[in-house]
């Protein structure tokens, strides 16, 4: 009994033999084992029992008794059923025939259609995970790739079991958006966990946890301080019965807390230095979620890359890892895991940061001599950082501040190196003063000092975030070799790998894909790549239209603003509003808006501003509205209806400079590489990544509108945009537009 895994949650089970009456209506479940399961029934007098294959039909009546069996003979039980001969129906003699079986035979009893270019694809994923190779695939809307990975996932779980030396362990999952490791969690695993037990592929439920930074975590004791600290009568009422309702309830993740504010979630989460020595360690709701969720009883540990990167750290570092020991990684949205790596292996560092732990470590009384000494190493510390951030926004340019770039670009000068060590001295001296003090106030200063040591000791590539804003002005830094530092770090290793998205090839080729995350250094036999085309007819459903005629992008020239706004204007008149309008920054996002407002009044017009995604939610129950947009409405957005029929892209999304683009640059011998291998590429993914907002049903229909001249018939990179597309109808003008959404739609879509 001791490798035989029972399955005790036998209700769906007992109910699918019911309403097929396979068994009498009364009837109950003791366990399942494969595909079978041992039914109970009490007749008035005795219990009978008998075993049935639930899957293929088959039953043996075995015997009764006046009392119901006790735990104690279910090893009796076990090795009769596993005798019988309808016992564990072989269907597959492998993964592959496996496959076909969930996919060709399960799922369609469920009401899944067959697709066999989805099969294929979780056979080319089992595949790979099976012989540990690392998997490139570049996979479209509507191909179903979740399912395919989870699949075969799940498929070389159950075979590597008959493997020599198998030890149980999970399977990562990645992913960059919360939305999709909730639909993992909460909706993909379950649903194929009740498929697969319901038809006796496995014994046991399809186990899985979401695992996030401590910070997401609720600290009951800093919940109950926070709590007793506030005055009921100043405190929003809403506010204060969430959490007093919360100081009832047991719920630890604060992503599933609402009525509180964001303000009262940085009060009450976990904070790494307050654990160690925490009194209630032992009996901690959180302490006691984050050891469960390490066991390998879980066949599936999901979380964010960042997360995932972090544990990547700390086993470079030989320190204690986040997630357990794992057999097999999945990075699903992979194409933005080398923007989780600047985030991962970058460092900031900010003026409030500094300033904050200062007032932290200020004494409030002068005493004795060491108290006033350490008051001075105060100020001097607060003076000095004035001066570092004063020093790193003279660097700048005037005139960049004009411009709409995030990140401006800094050099560690000799005089700011001298700034940040008298910084790092002052520190040093305020830790040795503080020795016997708070260690969690120590532990705060060890790291600043070590964030501050980075900026001295490494060559890196330096910039400045917020530099007008005195006070929270950042200075932030990434490694040179950040590349080589994942091709070291992720793939020297022999786990599997799978990394898939609709955007990571460009024209079927993942160069760019490789280059960026170290990949290109992985032998070639390593690495498979597979590139998925799009499932859906865009021939018949979709047109493309390029504005041949526009002047070329450039914000100060006036003759662009009114031209574009009056290409926007009419393009959203001829699809009778149902659309998107796509820009690359905030700035002529907000032209564009003003300009078109003055031009229509009979369709709504909303605008997404910095911080204000709830705009999106009344759009798409606006029924004909136009959304004016930028950032991450590029990807990711699931706009299901008619409510999005026409998407209007108004420059093509070529990276906004900035120091690390720059950088970039100079590792190129000239200009046109640098475009060939790097500008074109990124841009290529990001217009892919728009242009996915449109088609991702079979039955929806739409046009996409690009205004950039540079695509155009004769413009330098119309070849490459038409090239990276799926292939649509093509519209030679504006009536084209209107005349194919009149041929596609219902006529309530252009009242």
Request: glycine letters at 6%.
């Amino acid at each position: 009994m001791e490798n035989i895994q029972l399955n005790y949650e036998t209700k769906n089970i007992i109910h699918k033999l019911i309403e097929e009456k396979q068994i009498p209506a009364e009837s109950s479940g003791v366990f399942s084992l494969k595909d079978c399961i041992l039914v109970e029934n009490f007749t008035g007098k005795n219990y009978t029992y008998r075993v049935v294959n639930f899957v293929t039909g088959d039953q043996k009546y075995l015997f009764y008794k006046k009392q119901a069996i006790e735990k104690e003979e279910y090893c009796n039980m076990v090795e009769r059923m596993t005798k019988l001969d309808f016992y564990n129906m072989k269907r597959a003699s492998d993964g592959f025939e496996m496959i076909d079986v969930i996919f060709k035979e399960i799922f369609p009893k469920y009401g899944f259609t067959v697709r066999h270019g989805q099969v294929d694809l979780s056979k080319h994923m089992y595949k790979n995970l099976r012989d540990e190779r690392i998997d490139l695939s570049d996979v479209a809307v509507g191909l179903g790739k979740t399912h395919a990975y989870l699949v075969a996932a799940i498929v070389q779980g159950i075979f590597s079991k008959t493997r020599f030396k198998y030890k149980q362990s999970p399977i990562v999952i990645t992913t960059s958006s919360i939305e999709l490791q909730h639909a993992i969690i909460n909706e993909y695993i379950p649903e194929i966990s009740k498929m697969l037990l319901e038809n006796g592929i496995i014994a046991t439920p399809i186990l899985c946890v979401l695992r996030k930074g401590k910070e997401n975590y609720l600290c009951p004791n800093r919940l109950r301080d926070y709590f007793y600290s506030l005055d009921p009568e100043r405190k929003r009422p809403h506010e204060y019965k969430g959490l007093q309702k919360l100081m009832r309830d047991d719920l630890i993740d604060l992503g599933e807390i609402t009525g509180i504010s964001g303000y009262d979630k940085r009060k009450i989460n976990v904070k790494s230095n307050l654990c160690f020595n925490c009194s209630n360690r032992r009996t901690c709701a959180f302490q006691v979620f984050m050891k469960q969720a390490r066991k390998s009883s879980y066949h599936f540990q999901i979380c964010n890359h960042n997360y995932y990167l972090a544990d990547v750290l700390k086993r470079k570092d030989n320190r204690r890892s986040l997630l357990p020991n794992y057999k097999a990684v999945i990075i699903d949205e992979a194409h933005k895991l080398r923007d989780a790596a600047n985030q991962m292996y970058g460092t900031s560092i900010s003026e409030y940061e500094i300033n904050q732990f200062i007032k932290k470590v200020m004494p409030n009384q002068l005493k004795e001599k060491w108290h006033k000494d350490l008051k001075n190493l105060c100020y001097e510390t607060l003076a000095f950082n004035q001066l570092l951030f004063d020093e790193l926004v003279n660097q700048i340019p005037k005139y960049l501040f004009n411009e709409e770039t995030e990140k401006f670009a800094t050099q560690i000068t000799v005089r700011i190196k001298l700034q940040i060590e008298k910084i790092i001295f002052c520190s040093q001296e305020i830790r040795m003063k503080m020795s016997s003090g708070d260690p969690r106030v120590i532990s705060e200063i060890s790291r600043i000092i070590k964030k501050l040591k980075t900026f001295i000791n490494e060559e890196s590539i330096y910039w400045m975030e917020n530099p007008k804003a005195k006070g929270q002005r950042i200075l932030s830094s990434i490694p040179v070799d950040i590349s080589s530092q994942l091709g070291s770090d992720l793939w020297n290793n022999e786990h599997a790998m799978i990394l898939t998205s609709g955007t990571l090839a460009v024209e079927g080729q993942f160069d760019y894909m490789k280059r960026q995350t170290g990949l290109d250094q992985v032998a070639d036999w390593r690495i498979e790549e597979l590139y998925k085309s799009t499932p859906f007819d865009f021939k018949k459903n979709c047109m493309l239209y390029i504005a041949d005629s526009m002047p070329y992008p450039k914000l100060d020239d006036e003759r662009y603003i009114t031209e574009v706004g009056e290409e926007i204007k009419n393009l959203i008149l001829a699809s009778n509003g149902h659309a998107l309008v796509l820009f690359t920054s905030y700035k002529p996002l907000r032209m564009m808006y003003q300009y078109v407002r003055e031009q229509i009044s009979d369709i709504q017009l909303f605008i997404m501003n910095r911080g204000k995604s709830n705009v999106l939610d009344t759009f798409k129950q606006s029924g004909n509205g136009v959304l004016f947009a930028t950032g991450s409405m590029w990807e990711g957005v699931n706009i299901p209806g008619d409510i999005l029929s026409h998407l209007i892209i108004v420059k093509l999304p070529f990276p906004v400079p900035d120091p690390v683009t720059e950088y970039e640059r100079s590792m190129f011998p000239n200009m046109n590489d640098y475009l060939e291998k790097v500008l074109v590429p990124n841009m290529l993914i990001k217009l892919r990544q728009g242009v996915g907002r449109l088609i991702r049903g079979e039955r929806d229909t739409g046009v996409i509108s690009i205004l950039d001249t540079r695509a155009g018939r004769n413009g330098k990179y119309h070849h490459a945009v038409v090239g990276a597309l799926p292939e649509g109808q093509m519209a030679s003008n504006i009536k084209d537009i209107r005349r194919f959404l009149i041929d596609k739609k219902d006529d309530t879509f252009f009242e």
